[in-house]
C-alpha cells in the first residue's frame, strides 16, 4: 500500500532557494536602503488587503462605540427631562411665592394707608353658598379681636366679625344675603344701604328715589352710619341701574371692591365698636366706671 504522507520529491531544493533569497533580502536591507523603494511599492500594495483585514474589528469598533454613545444620550436625555420637570416645578412655586409677596405687600401697603390700627389675619376655612357667606380667621380673642370689628384688604371692605373663640374669628362678608352695610355715593354724597345677596360678585341697593343721580361706574364708601364700619371706606362699584316705573323706585347692582373669593390675608380693624342695643346703658342708671358725664360741663379744679 503506497504511503501518502511521504514527503513530495524535489520540494527541499525551492525551499532552500526561497530561504536563501530572504536571508539575503535582510542581509542587503539591512546593510543598504537600496530595497526602500521595493518596500514602500510592496507597502502600498498590501495596504488595501491589510484594512479589508482591519475592517471587522473596526466596524465592531463603531457599532459598539454607536451603542453606547446612543445609549448616553438616553440616559442624559432623562435627566435633562427630569431636571426640566424639578425645574419647572420650581419656577411654578416661586412665581405662587412671587404673587404671595405681592398680595403681602399689598397688604402692608393698605395697612399703611389705614388711619385705624389693625390686625393682619389669615383665612382657615371658607364657607360660601348662595345662603351663606363666611369666612374663618386665624386670629381670635386672644390677639383682641372682638365681635363687630370690620375686617378689610387692601381693595375694601369685606365684611364683619359676629363670633369670636381664643383662637378663631369667623366673619360674616357683605355678600351674605342676611347682610346689609350703610354706604355714601362719592360724587353726589347720596346715603344708601347695601343688600347682600349671595354672590361674591354683586350688592344690592334697593329703593332708591326715581331722582337719585345714579350712574354705572359711581364709586360706594361706608358712610359709618350705625357704628360698625368706620366711615369712608370703598365698598363697591355700581355696574348696573335699574328704573321701576310701576314702583316709582330705582334699583342697583354694585360689584365689591374688595377680593371676597380670592383674599387670604386681611385686616381687622380695632376701632371701637358701637355697642348692640341689649348693652346700651339705660336712662338714669349710673355711668360706666371711668366713663364721664358729656352733659356736665368740666370744671376746673379749684386751688
Known amino acids: 500500500m503506497k504511503n501518502i504522507f511521504q514527503p513530495a520529491r524535489g520540494t527541499l531544493l525551492p525551499v532552500v532557494l526561497f530561504v536563501f533569497i530572504a536571508v539575503s533580502l535582510m542581509f542587503i536591507d539591512h ?34 462605540q454607536w451603542f453606547r454613545a446612543q445609549e448616553a444620550l438616553i440616559l442624559e436625555n432623562e435627566n435633562l427631562r427630569d431636571r426640566e420637570r424639578l425645574l419647572n416645578a420650581r ?28 390686625i393682619v389675619a389669615e383665612l382657615l376655612e371658607v364657607d360660601q353658598n348662595p345662603y351663606r357667606q363666611l369666612i374663618l380667621l386665624n386670629k381670635g380673642s386672644l390677639d383682641d379681636l372682638r365681635e363687630g370689628q370690620a375686617v378689610i384688604d387692601d381693595y375694601g371692605i369685606m365684611g364683619q366679625i359676629i363670633h369670636v373663640t381664643p383662637n378663631t374669628a369667623t366673619v360674616k362678608l357683605i355678600s ?9 355715593f362719592v360724587r353726589g354724597g347720596a346715603r344708601s344701604v347695601a343688600f347682600g345677596n349671595g354672590s361674591t360678585d354683586e350688592l344690592e341697593l334697593r ?12 364709586e360706594l364708601v361706608s358712610s359709618g352710619l350705625g357704628g360698625r364700619f368706620p366711615a369712608g371706606y370703598p365698598v363697591a362699584t355700581i355696574v348696573s341701574v335699574r328704573l321701576d316705573k310701576t314702583q316709582g323706585f330705582k334699583s342697583a347692582i354694585a ?30 342708671s349710673a355711668p360706666a366706671p371711668g366713663s364721664e358725664d358729656e352733659t356736665e360741663p368740666h370744671k376746673e379744679p379749684q386751688s
Open 91 to 118: 419656577l411654578q412655586k416661586m412665581a405662587v411665592l412671587s404673587a404671595e409677596n405681592a398680595r403681602l405687600r399689598s397688604l402692608l401697603g393698605s395697612a399703611r394707608k389705614v388711619a385705624d390700627t389693625v
Open 255 to 284: 360689584r365689591p371692591r374688595a377680593r371676597l373669593d380670592r383674599s387670604r390675608e386681611v385686616l381687622v380693624i380695632k376701632t371701637p365698636v358701637a355697642p348692640l342695643p341689649s348693652e346700651q346703658p339705660r336712662e338714669g
Open 176 to 184: 351674605d344675603p342676611e347682610h346689609a352695610i350703610p354706604v355714601q
Open 207 to 218: 329703593f332708591l328715589p326715581a331722582t337719585a343721580d345714579i350712574e354705572p361706574g359711581d
Open 31 to 64: 546593510r543598504s536602503r537600496n530595497l526602500e523603494p521595493l518596500r514602500v511599492g510592496i507597502s502600498v500594495l498590501i495596504s488595501p488587503l491589510r484594512q479589508l483585514i482591519n475592517l471587522p474589528p473596526q466596524a465592531g469598533n463603531w457599532v459598539l
